[in-house]
């Protein structure tokens, strides 16, 4: 019996199709942002090898340029990175790497939680 599948059910179903995402790398499963961005980003940061794979990073990462974004109103990486940029002098932070990344990212997540509760407290004097 052979190992191989005839070309006629080798063809790709619509479940294999929906999987494929365009503009995106697997690197082990943990490469998620597409090749430019993710680059950008992760040399702003200054990440070694290492962590620019390590996923908890990665999902930091990508938080802050979401954040940075939506903060900025602009889709531009590079406007997001201005801004984290501004951020990193606001917050006197001098470090680098994987050490940036953790406490930039807990700011915005304070930062993000403060502005959602603004808007409740405005939302009850209304």
Request: cysteine-free; hydrophobic content about 30%; charged content about 35%.
């Amino acid at each position: 019996m052979s190992d191989r599948t005839p070309l006629s059910e080798a063809q790709d179903t619509p479940s294999t199709q929906e999987e494929r995402v365009p503009n995106r790398i697997d690197l082990g499963g943990e490469y998620r942002a597409d090749m430019p961005q993710y680059h950008d980003a992760a040399n702003f940061f200054e990440l070694d090898h290492t962590d620019r794979r390590a996923p908890e990073t990665l999902d930091q990462m990508e938080y802050l340029v979401s954040y940075a974004k939506g903060v900025t109103g602009s889709e531009d990486i590079k406007d997001a990175l201005l801004h984290l940029k501004a951020l990193k002098s606001f917050m006197g932070v001098s470090e680098k790497g994987k050490g940036l990344v953790k406490k930039m990212y807990q700011w915005a997540r304070l930062d993000s939680r403060r502005r959602d509760i603004t808007k409740e407290m405005k939302l009850m004097h209304e």
